[in-house]
Nanobody, 126 residues
Framework: QVQLVETGGGSVQAGGSLNISCSASGIKSRRYCMAWFRQYSSKKREGLAAVHSAGGLINYADSVKDRFTISQDSTKGTLSLQMDRLKPEDTATYYC???????????????????WGQGTQVTVSS
């Protein structure tokens, strides 16, 4: 049973930065995908970026490209999201997700992830 815990959310003014982290425990697979998603108050969910434990190409959602950076420490099972030049429309609850995956292609399709964290709130004020 994989457990994910997100930390580091909070409130920031537009143009500021935040770094959120996800700590995973109970990982038994050496090859897996971890991803960041966010859910707005409207309940709409958006996939932001995903990374494979073996590394490889990372695709970002257009809405966060060049502002957000996903990184991982696969030796520790941690995932981070550095968020720069934040905008009020980035306000959401941010979730990390995990799925064992032999291949190195990781998607930001929520239906492909079984394990989820509890989420951390990020609020950006104008």
């Amino acid at each position: 049973q994989v457990q994910l815990v997100e930390t580091g959310g909070g409130s920031v003014q537009a143009g500021g930065s935040l770094n959120i982290s996800c700590s995973a425990s109970g990982i038994k697979s050496r090859r897996y995908c971890m991803a960041w998603f966010r859910q707005y108050s409207s309940k709409k969910r958006e996939g932001l970026a995903a990374v494979h434990s073996a590394g490889g190409l990372i695709n970002y959602a257009d809405s966060v490209k060049d502002r957000f950076t996903i990184s991982q420490d696969s030796t520790k099972g941690t995932l981070s999201l550095q968020m720069d030049r934040l905008k009020p429309e980035d306000t959401a609850t941010y979730y990390c997700a995990f799925e064992a995956r032999p291949g190195t292609l990781c998607a930001t399709d929520a239906s492909q992830y079984y394990y989820w964290g509890q989420g951390t709130q990020v609020t950006v004020s104008s």
